[in-house]
């Protein structure tokens, strides 16, 4: 997945950045070992490291907290004009994130294999969206199909929607 790049001022600097967001979210017991930082034009515009077991939120992935400070500082959704470092590949619930936020482009250090290695496991995740496992943790039911049609029709019609 990843892509060889030499190192220069700025990818030491954001890099070492995103591991010291990751070393203090880990010394205060806020979650696993995993920081990032959002990148604007060379700089530093967000940083976040694992807020789980600080918020009770399992969402909370240091991605996803960057992702959500630059949105609010740059004040829109989109940043497809940005960059984020992280210090571990992302679970298929980051990589989603960093793909609706629009972001192009991905540095990151550790595998999913290393993450694993230390019990952040996502291969039954991987399995699930492959088709490779009938196990189902999560039972999917469908209700009110008619009902929230008709939401999906008001938004169609709707003139002054906003896209994203």
Avoid at 9 to 30: D, V, Y
Avoid at 43 to 52: K, Q, S
Avoid at 132 to 161: A, I
């Amino acid at each position: 997945m990843g892509q060889v790049i030499l190192a220069n001022e700025h990818t030491n600097s954001h890099l070492a950045a995103a591991i010291r967001e990751a070393k203090k979210g880990l010394r205060h017991n806020h979650g696993g070992p995993f920081g990032a930082v959002i990148v604007h034009r060379s700089r530093i515009i967000a940083r976040g490291h694992n807020e789980v077991l600080r918020t009770n939120d399992p969402t909370a992935h240091a991605e996803i907290v960057a992702i959500r400070k630059a949105s609010a500082k740059l004040g829109r959704f989109d940043l497809g004009d940005c960059e984020i470092w992280s210090t571990c590949e992302p679970c298929p619930m980051c990589f989603a994130a960093i793909h609706w936020a629009k972001i192009p482009l991905l540095y990151y250090g550790c595998t999913h294999d290393d993450a694993a290695a230390i019990g952040f496991d996502d291969a039954f995740i991987y399995a699930v969206i492959r088709g490779e496992t009938s196990e189902k943790r999560l039972r999917l039911v469908q209700h009110g199909r008619p009902e929230c049609l008709e939401l999906f029709n008001e938004w169609r019609s709707k003139q002054d929607r906003r896209s994203y």
